[in-house]
């Protein structure tokens, strides 16, 4: 079974930063593609980010395009996202989750349900 738990979440201005983390257990971390997934209050869950195995190639969502970088630490077993110039409209429950390589290989990387495990979450909030 997977864990994964995120840290980082805070309130924040608009312009500032953030990073949040997600350490993952319980599995082997390189079988793993991990994204980044947002719930504001009253709105579905949103893609984010993702880091795909497959080629080590990032996608990012047009919203934080530019702003956001995800990154992955091997030894560490975690993946970061570090949020630069945020807006108020970053506001929301940020998500860490788990696809397993080798499962849902048809399915867009920015589906929720490609996914396979998901953190509690943590929260952001930026000010204006």
């Known amino acids: 079974q997977v864990h994964l738990v995120e840290s980082g979440g805070g309130l924040v201005q608009a312009g500032g930063s953030l990073r949040l983390s997600c350490v993952f257990t319980g599995r082997t971390f390189s079988n793993y593609s991990m994204g980044w997934f947002r719930q504001a209050p009253g709105k579905e869950r949103e893609f984010v980010t993702t880091f795909r195995r497959s080629g080590l190639s990032t996608i990012y969502a047009d919203s934080v395009k530019g702003r956001f970088t995800i990154s992955i630490d091997n030894a560490r077993n975690t993946v970061y996202l570090q949020m630069n110039n945020l807006k108020p409209e970053d506001t929301a429950v940020y998500y860490c989750?788990?696809?397993?390589?080798?499962?849902?290989?048809?399915?867009?990387?920015?589906?929720?349900?490609?996914?396979?495990?998901w953190g509690q979450g943590t929260q952001v909030t930026v000010s204006s």
């Open positions: 989750a788990a696809d397993y390589i080798y499962s849902n290989q048809a399915m867009g990387v920015s589906e929720p349900s490609k996914y396979d495990y």
